[in-house]
């Protein structure tokens, strides 16, 4: 099974901050790889799939990276509403498994 | 406008079942690839279930074989969840979400609002 590993877990940062995020497969997983945004006592919501492509209606301060086992979100001007946790998951194989959550605190 | 609507949560003693629903709306169900993702409370998010377009192929979290089966019904565009032998560390928010694709590996572009199970005596 293909562990994911996100850092920092938890971080904090001030609106109009530049935040980046990483995620390491324990395998490589080619660029199989989506991010996700969870507000407390909310679904996810999907920013980017195939590591770098922007879904639908995400605004475009959110940019994916990497391929392989190493992968990056950034988030170029952080907005207030951006304050959440954020997951990658793989989609390379079975079973599908997703990083621990890294949670983006007001500084 | 895509909707998943999850049901049938609530609070089961341990070793019981119970059998979750998801209402889909708003696409054609029969189409894609549908998961179950479940999160514990104050935990990450797991992925535990998936089945394809036509319910011709299943695949299952080494946490939940044997255990769980996940079916669906695309003439009523509803998935479907049934989970035996309950344990307490099957307490979590249980998700469904929809795979963008029919088949095959998923990323999921809808989730639904989720349904609360606790296992608990």
């Known amino acids: 099974d293909i562990q994911m590993t996100q850092s920092p877990s938890s971080v904090s940062a001030s609106v109009g901050d530049r935040v980046t995020i990483t995620c390491q497969a324990s395998?490589?997983?080619?660029?199989?790889l989506a991010w996700y945004q969870q507000k407390p006592g909310k679904a996810p919501t999907l920013l980017i799939y195939?590591?770098?492509t922007l879904q639908s209606g995400v605004p475009s301060r959110f940019s994916g990276g990497g391929s392989g086992t190493d992968f990056t979100l950034t988030i170029s001007s952080l907005q207030p509403e951006d304050f959440a946790t954020y997951y990658c998951?793989?989609?390379?194989?079975?079973?599908?498994?997703f990083g621990q959550g890294t949670k983006l605190e007001i500084k | 406008e895509v909707q998943l609507v999850e049901s049938g949560g609530g609070l089961v003693q341990p070793g019981g079942s119970l059998r979750l629903s998801c209402a889909a709306s708003?696409?054609?169900?029969?189409?894609?690839?549908m998961s179950w993702v479940r999160q514990a409370p104050g935990k990450g998010l797991e992925w535990f279930s998936a089945?394809?377009?036509?319910?011709?192929?299943?695949e299952y979290a080494d946490s939940v074989k044997g255990r769980f089966t996940i079916s669906r019904d695309n003439s009523k565009n509803t998935l479907y969840l049934q989970m035996n032998s309950l344990r307490a560390e099957d307490t979590a928010v249980y998700y469904c979400?929809?795979?963008?694709w029919g088949s095959g590996v998923q990323f999921f572009d809808y989730w639904g609002q989720g349904t609360l199970v606790t296992v608990s005596s």
């Open positions: 979400a929809k795979s963008p």
């Open positions: 395998q490589g997983i080619s660029s199989w």
């Open positions: 089945i394809i377009s036509s319910a011709d192929s299943t």
């Open positions: 708003g696409f054609t169900f029969s189409s894609y690839a």
């Open positions: 998951q793989q989609a390379n194989s079975f079973p599908h498994s």
């Open positions: 195939a590591a770098s």
